[in-house]
């Protein structure tokens, strides 16, 4: 345990260098505007207004990357970042581009023509224009009335942050099981992830799972322990991600730990749940309908919600406490609304650590809880080992990643 302390505070060191890096990347991202809001807008973020949108737009999900915007000598605003590709299937089939041709515009006003679709992106969403409009319109509620939405299959930021997560966990702990193949106790960053497996394993999978059934559910468990982790960390960093701020993420997740509690349910846990023991027999129906609708609404929806409001309250608070620098500029002046802004949100970010290890930790223990329920074996006295295999040695690790 003390070990696993150590690896923590080693953790948390190299990531301070790191947050102090993303605070003034994203304060960079917030341009100073000189001038009253009266004068030419050049797409500064300099209002309380812009600032709002800013945030909002922050948090969304885009089919691309923008790391900082600023304007050149000639007054043209130029916009740092890469493009992703773009796949979308229309009324003309599969029409595939990079989003860059958007020209980083959100409100329509770009047109791209693609195999024989004029597609135009409004508010991060991708439309297909009728085939005899030549331009957007919309109606009083700004929604769009002469085109069409089409099936997006982008690789959108979350979508590619994703992917960097899984790959990031292959190497990762494809490389601490080659070790365990060679020796027991692992070299490098392997010595990093092996405290972080055991405990996983014996503070979430063991007590919550059952000591007969965690082997079959600690590989889930993991998975989704160092994918949220992961991701929440990788928001933390100047690349803006947010992926777990992403409500189709989380309910994905929630999903997948639904089906696994709902299929690996023993007749036991089918039994109390639609026609409960030890009740009176008309309260059994009622008692069914309650037990359904948890199992399959009240618990994902838990799981799914938590998450999704804890990291994207997050990031919008990190993001305000940013914005200080413009809003409250007159107040206190350039210097001291930088600082204020600087000092606080250090302070929300450093927490933001603990926020993304807690949230990882809160969904895999909850998930850890309904599987436990499901296979749980009631009205049976079962006898568990309490030695031996309690144990947390690095033996027994290698054994299960072998």
């Not at 929604?143 to 939405?149: D, G, V």
């Not at 106790?185 to 059934?213: M, Q, S, T, W």
């Not at 406490?321 to 450093?350: C, D, N, R, W, Y």
Request: aromatic share 12%; with cysteine; net charge negative.
């Amino acid at each position: 345990m003390l070990f696993f302390d150590f690896t923590t505070m080693k953790i948390a060191q190299h990531t301070l260098k790191l947050l102090c890096f993303l605070l003034i990347t994203l304060s960079g991202s917030i341009s100073f505007a000189a001038n009253d809001t009266t004068q030419k807008d050049t797409g500064e973020i300099n209002t309380s207004e812009k600032v709002k949108d800013y945030i909002a737009h922050h948090i969304k999900d885009s089919h691309d990357f923008h790391l900082v915007s600023y304007t050149n000598d000639a007054g043209e605003r130029k916009h740092v970042g890469f493009p992703l590709p773009v796949i979308l299937w229309s009324s003309n089939g599969l029409a595939t581009f990079m989003s860059s041709e958007f020209h980083h515009t959100d409100d329509g006003s770009v047109i791209v023509e693609k195999n024989g679709s004029k597609f135009v992106k409004v508010h991060s969403k991708i439309y297909e224009l009728e085939p005899n409009a030549s331009s957007i319109s919309f109606d009083d509620e700004k929604h769009p009335i002469n085109a069409n939405r089409v099936i997006d299959f982008s690789i959108t930021k979350s979508v590619f942050g994703m992917l960097v997560a899984g790959i990031l966990m292959l190497l990762l702990f494809g490389g601490l099981a080659r070790q365990y193949k060679k020796t027991a106790i692992p070299k490098g960053f392997g010595r990093v992830l092996e405290p972080l497996v055991i405990y996983v394993r014996d503070e979430i999978a063991r007590p919550n799972v059952g000591e007969k059934h965690y082997r079959k559910f600690t590989g889930y468990l993991l998975t989704v322990f160092f994918f949220i982790w992961v991701l929440n960390l990788m928001g933390l960093t100047p690349l803006g991600f947010n992926v777990t701020g992403q409500l189709a993420v989380t309910a994905a997740l929630a999903v997948f730990t639904l089906i696994i509690y709902t299929v690996s349910g023993n007749a036991d846990y089918w039994k109390h749940m639609l026609w409960m023991p030890g009740v009176p027999v008309l309260i059994r129906p009622f008692l069914a309908v309650i037990e359904i609708a948890g199992a399959f609404i009240v618990k994902p929806f838990s799981l799914l919600v938590r998450l999704f409001a804890n990291i994207s309250a997050g990031h919008i608070i990190v993001m305000s406490l940013i914005a200080i620098m413009v809003v409250m500029k007159t107040e206190l002046g350039a210097f001291g609304s930088t600082l204020l802004s600087f000092v606080l949100s250090l302070f929300i970010t450093l927490i933001e650590l603990l926020v993304a290890f807690l949230q990882a930790y809160i969904f895999t223990m909850l998930s850890a809880l309904f599987i436990g329920m499901a296979v749980a074996e009631h009205d049976h006295d079962h006898k568990h080992d309490d030695h031996g295999k309690e144990s947390t040695d690095a033996e027994d690790v290698r054994s299960e990643f072998i």
